[in-house]
């Protein structure tokens, strides 16, 4: 019995075999197990106002064909039910808690349909994972502004990937310099530090546009766009 007591005081941070809190930080379980009732207590009512108690704003909330973020309580209020979804709604009411996944990254609900940090005021939601299914059709992935250029990444009607660019200072009204329609999308990373990357490709001209994900970026700089010909790099411009 005592050989049993001091392996329980060995590890006050473990909540399973997948996960000891100590890796994001945490010295003891009790924090999280509150934040744990009070999330599932919030979504099970389906409850914008207490959820937003629990979210670290901005919140990046990731889609089949793009990413946006939640900057505040209102905008959480009027996008709960999208970025909410029923099908993240029931990934964390069915995660045992026994079960529940970590890593530096932070705290996983799901198979990643949300993401925990630790942070000064406690635990938050930071990162959201739709599924595909919750958000295919037709919409806006990407905007990319750089010195020189104005482009939109979107999904049209058939559900492929767009890539339209006004080189400055035409003006939008007007036809794009370029437009490519049947590009592709490839994610990278993973948990929070999931990014996508777009890739169009004219004749021997590839254009890749990349978002920053969890890279250091200079203020402001979301993404970036890079020109190639025959798989030489010609130039990269960032994106605001």
Same mark, same amino acid.
């Given at each position: ?12 941070? @473990? ?26 207590? +919030?979504?099970?009512? +389906? ?12 919140? @990046? ?16 209020? +009027? ?17 045992? %808690? ?22 000064? +005021? ?22 990319? @502004? ?71 970026? %200079? ?22």
């Amino acid at each position: 019995m005592l050989l049993s007591l001091r392996a329980g005081f060995a590890q006050p941070t @473990r909540l399973g075999p997948s996960c000891d809190l100590s890796i994001v930080g945490a010295k003891e379980t009790r924090s999280f197990l509150d934040f744990d009732r009070d999330l599932r207590a +919030a979504l099970s009512a +389906a409850d914008p106002a207490s959820t937003a108690l629990l979210v670290e704003f901005p919140l @990046r909330v990731n889609t089949g064909h793009g990413s946006y973020s939640v900057n505040d309580p209102a905008i959480l209020q +009027a996008r709960f039910q999208e970025a909410f979804s029923p099908a993240v709604r029931k990934a964390v009411l069915d995660q045992k %808690t026994n079960d529940i996944f970590c890593n530096y990254t932070g705290v996983m609900y799901g198979n990643g349909a949300v993401w925990v940090e630790l942070t000064k +005021a406690g635990y938050a939601i930071q990162t959201i994972n739709l599924a595909s299914s919750e958000s295919a059709g037709a919409g806006v992935d990407f905007v990319c @502004r750089t010195e020189k250029h104005r482009i939109l990444i979107d999904h049209i009607a058939s559900a492929d990937l767009r890539y339209r660019v006004w080189n400055r200072p035409r003006a939008l009204a007007e036809k794009p310099d370029l437009e490519i329609a049947a590009g592709k999308k490839d994610v990278e990373g993973t948990g929070p530090c999931a990014h996508a990357i777009w890739t169009f490709t004219n004749g021997a001209t590839t254009y890749s546009i990349d978002e920053t994900g969890c890279a250091p970026s %200079t203020e402001g700089v979301k993404g970036r766009l890079t020109v190639s010909t025959g798989g030489k790099q010609q130039a990269q411009w960032p994106c605001y």
